[in-house]
């Protein structure tokens, strides 16, 4: 059985400046979306708004390429699958899927961010 889809519009592109973390709040849950790279072509990354270590705001967190660093700890997470690189966090950090139509982004709710899944 397919898993139902709930992507939802979080703004336009031109609304989050490349490679500064945004929070946004959609449909009750908190989350941060970020162009990755400057133009509007992503990619696109969001992910759960606070570590899964201690709750540091993850809107503040240093990210290199595809790999977020909490400004807490240090703990280092990939963006594209979720999966902690570095502790001290042993969790994985709840990443959504992504896309781009047209001028839009839209977050996948009900979608981690596996490509395969
Ligand atoms: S709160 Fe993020 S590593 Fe501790």
């Known amino acids: 059985m397919s898993k139902a889809t ?3 519009c979080v703004g336009t592109a ?3 400046p ?3 973390p945004r929070r946004v709040r959609v449909a009750n849950t908190s989350l941060v979306v970020l162009n990755g790279e400057s133009g509007v072509s992503g990619p696109w990354y969001a992910y759960a708004s606070v570590c899964p270590h201690r709750g540091a705001p993850l809107d503040d967190a240093l990210v290199i390429g595809s790999i977020l660093v909490c400004p807490w700890h ?3 997470f990939d963006l594209r699958a ?3 690189i570095q502790g001290p966090s042993t969790c994985p950090l709840r ?3 992504v896309s781009k ?3 839009r982004i839209f977050v996948n709710l009900e ?3 596996d490509p395969d899944g």
Request: proline share 0%; charged share 45%; no cysteine.
């Open 111 to 113: 979608h981690d961010g």
């Open 6 to 8: 709930r992507a939802i």
């Open 95 to 97: 990443v959504f899927k």
């Open 101 to 103: 139509r047209r001028k």
């Open 14 to 16: 031109d609304r989050f």
């Open 74 to 76: 240090g703990s280092e």
């Open 82 to 84: 979720g999966n902690y």
């Open 18 to 20: 490349s490679r500064r």
